[in-house]
């Protein structure tokens, strides 16, 4: 059934089951290599580490959705993000700064997650 027969429920699973997760990558990338390096130095003694490769990896997962596109290079990207994000939202947490606006770091992480899975869904019914 074309997802634009599908209402309610149906639709919603179809869409995040099927559709590109591209646009999600970019806007996790922008958040990996600009917000974030910056939004680490509010914890006070931020983790140099995780600054600088955030922001790598944040540029190398733009780079991946805009210019490789091959789906290999994105699901490698995916799956650093991922890392990144869970390392962040542990930073967070061993702070005791999960809480208010940070919490969107939560959504960021699910988001990650959830593109690794979209890609690996891809990835596996594309052969």
Known sequence: MPLRDKKGLARAKAIMKYTDSESNELMIGV??????PFAMLE??????????????????????????GRLFMRKIAVQIASIISIATVMNYGMADMLHGSHL???LICAMSIW??????????YRK
């Open 43 to 68: 914890i006070g003694n931020a983790w140099a580490l995780l600054q600088i490769t955030a922001h790598l990896a944040g540029a190398f997962q733009i780079y991946c959705a805009l210019w490789d």
């Open 104 to 106: 969107g770091w939560i």
């Open 115 to 124: 593109n690794l899975y979209r890609v690996t869904h891809e990835e596996l």
């Open 31 to 36: 958040l990996h290599m600009c917000i974030l």
